[in-house]
């Protein structure tokens, strides 16, 4: 391992460095030879370039997703997209119903603001997930009543990295015509998208889950059939008045040109992220009692989510520390509350406290993996050789009737 | 999160990590906590006939706090007497390791881990002279 840099990063889910091409394109709107103007600026070439620039953008970000450059609005994240698509039809729809169904393990994004609609009057059912952490397609079906006005349902889930059928999820929606939200900020790159034959009404998406720029991401709103949203944000009218304030190009064009080159080297950077996962897997799975979260099949190919049965998530993240990984426990919470991701997929209590979630990515090499590999079989031993949960299941002891003295 | 390096160092280098026979006359075990919750503590101390503690052994499942913890705690039982052990307290343990506000409960787990391991040695050593009473 002559050239392997330390600590590895392996938390591409979080966030991902912006592309070098990226950074170059957006280095060139910054300053006074750049294309600095704003790009509402209608009386001189100043405004003109930099509006180039953004409509620019604006169609490569519509040409990965297979939709309209008309039907792309811009926004701060995919926070603010899932904002103002579900508060933006919510509001919009409040006449025809008051009923929004979205799914317990979706981001906090959309939680959160399906929680602020419920403090508002909406009514908000929360549907569970299989084991594997797919909706079921019936139970969904079965919560649609004819008051319902918006289903949100995210493509890519965060933590396990599993794919939902939205287009099964769409159908469902549109014979009822309810308006259909997608949080797809973990799926751009990584899953094909074409929603020219998606029956999806809303999709939010991120740059930096893309190796674009923190701070931009935008909002397709189909306009064929035509969906209606309320602005959140005022000031303006930009973006067709549905989210005001002025557009920052540096941000734009770089969000653009990193979906640009997502959708160009998709291929075969999915099948290189995929044998590294693989091999990850390869190397983890030989232990005794470890469990990958999610649907085998059904997943993205960069997203490794392993519980490592009697092992607490923080301290491995503590062994680990020469890797970027996330854990699915919260134990820097006072409540000491495990991932409801993991939960909401009926994992017990301990094995969603020793979850690590690995996520692969552009720049990750065979080295870091295979150096990876060794790293986390050296601490899980080490970990297990303190516990006393480990002793007892070596011992023959079954956990699950042991009367635990809670604190 | 940052840890202290007292923390650190009882995390690397956990001292007295072991099991003795819980069965041992000589041995009394305390484990506290819940797999759900996110820390299990074992605690064995071994008595000697004058009462005092000569040795001590710890498992633990939990964050580094949790780990440096109790194995801080196995350092300080040694030699002191059951009323001197179950004197411990946990603000000692944080103070000690520099334990961060949402990390106290970690210190409160190891002292209710060192009074569960004395009541344990005490009880059945109870028992145990009630039985040689009713033998006698």
Not at chain 1, 38 to 63: C, I, L, M, T, Y
Request: glycine share 8%; charged share 25%; proline share 3%.
């Amino acid at each position: 391992m002559s050239d392997l840099k330390l600590p590895i990063y392996l938390d591409y889910s979080s966030t991902t460095p912006v592309d070098e091409r990226v950074a170059e394109k957006m280095a060139g709107c910054l300053t006074k030879d750049g294309l600095f103007g704003n790009p509402a600026s209608r009386s001189h070439s100043f405004g003109w370039n930099a509006e180039k620039a953004v409509e620019n953008a604006r169609g490569q970000v519509a040409q990965l997703v297979g939709a309209d450059p008309k039907e792309i609005i811009w926004t701060s994240g995919a926070t603010e997209a899932d904002n103002l698509a579900i508060k933006g039809a919510a509001h919009f729809y409040q006449r025809k119903g008051k009923h929004i169904i979205t799914v317990k393990t979706e981001h906090k994004a959309v939680l959160d603001t399906t929680r602020q609609l419920e403090r508002e009057g909406f009514e908000v059912t929360y549907l569970g997930v299989k084991e594997n952490g797919l909706v079921d397609m019936q139970e969904l079906e079965d919560a649609m009543r004819d008051d319902t006005i918006v289903v949100s349902v995210m493509h890519v889930n965060n933590e396990i990295g599993v794919i939902q059928d939205i287009e099964a999820i769409g159908n469902l929606c549109r014979e009822r015509g309810i308006v259909f939200h997608v949080d797809a900020a973990q799926s751009t790159g990584k899953v094909a998208i074409d929603l020219s034959k998606l029956p999806v009404d809303l999709m939010s998406f991120s740059a930096h889950k893309t190796y674009g720029p923190k701070g931009i991401g935008a909002l397709f709103v189909r306009r064929k059939p035509r969906v209606r949203i309320e602005a959140q944000m005022h000031g303006g009218g930009h973006e067709r008045g549905m989210r005001s304030g002025t557009l920052a190009p540096h941000q734009i064009v770089g969000m653009g040109e990193a979906f640009a080159i997502a959708g160009a080297e998709m291929g075969p950077e999915l099948e290189r992220v995929r044998m590294l996962r693989d091999r990850l897997w390869a190397g983890l799975d030989g232990m005794e009692e470890v469990y990958l979260n999610g649907d085998q099949e059904q997943r993205v190919a960069h997203n490794l989510n392993v519980s490592f049965n009697f092992v607490e998530g923080e301290s491995l993240i503590m062994a680990l520390r020469d890797i970027a990984v996330s854990s699915g426990s919260a134990c820097t919470s006072a409540s000491l509350e495990p991932s409801y991701v993991l939960r909401a997929l009926g994992r017990d209590d301990e094995l969603a406290h020793s979850s690590i979630r690995f996520s692969i990515g552009r720049y990750t090499t065979v080295e870091e993996i295979d150096h990876t590999v060794e790293i986390v079989r050296a601490a899980v031993a080490k970990l297990r050789e303190l516990s006393p949960l480990w002793e007892m299941y070596q011992d023959g002891i079954d956990l699950s009737t042991v009367e635990w003295a809670a604190h | 999160m940052a840890y202290s390096d007292k923390v650190l160092d009882h995390y690397e280098n956990p001292r007295n990590v072991g099991s003795f026979d819980k069965n041992d006359d000589t041995v009394g075990t305390g484990m506290v906590g819940a797999p759900a919750c996110g820390d299990v503590m074992k605690l064995q101390i071994k008595v000697n006939d004058e009462g005092i503690i000569e040795d001590a052994k710890f498992k633990t499942y939990g964050c580094g706090s949790a780990i440096a913890s109790s194995s801080l705690l196995t350092e300080w039982v040694r030699g002191k007497t059951l009323e001197e052990a179950s004197q411990i307290k946990n603000t000692q343990i944080a103070e000690e390791l520099a334990l961060p506000p949402v990390k106290i409960h970690c210190s409160v787990l190891a002292e209710d881990a060192i009074k569960a391991a004395v009541s344990n040695y005490q009880e059945r050593h109870g028992q145990a002279a009630e039985a040689e009473k009713k033998s006698a």
